[in-house]
């Protein structure tokens, strides 16, 4: 069992050069999330590690029931 943020890692959605999406759920509340992480290489990046962000920022200004909530960064 593989644990990322202290979520249940259960299956990868998808992967990319910009990162990895793994749904995961709370061990405790049930809760079922996907999870966004970038990949290694990305950390020798500034502008990669800043476009990240960028994203993480409008993600978290979105709010629409076929929309992912951001709930942390």
Known sequence: MQYLAGYEVKETVSSSSSGTIVRAVHPIMGRTVLIKTQPPEAAKSAEVHKRFQREIVLAAQL???????????
């Open 63 to 73: 709010t629409h029931p076929n929309l992912m909530t951001a709930l942390h960064a």
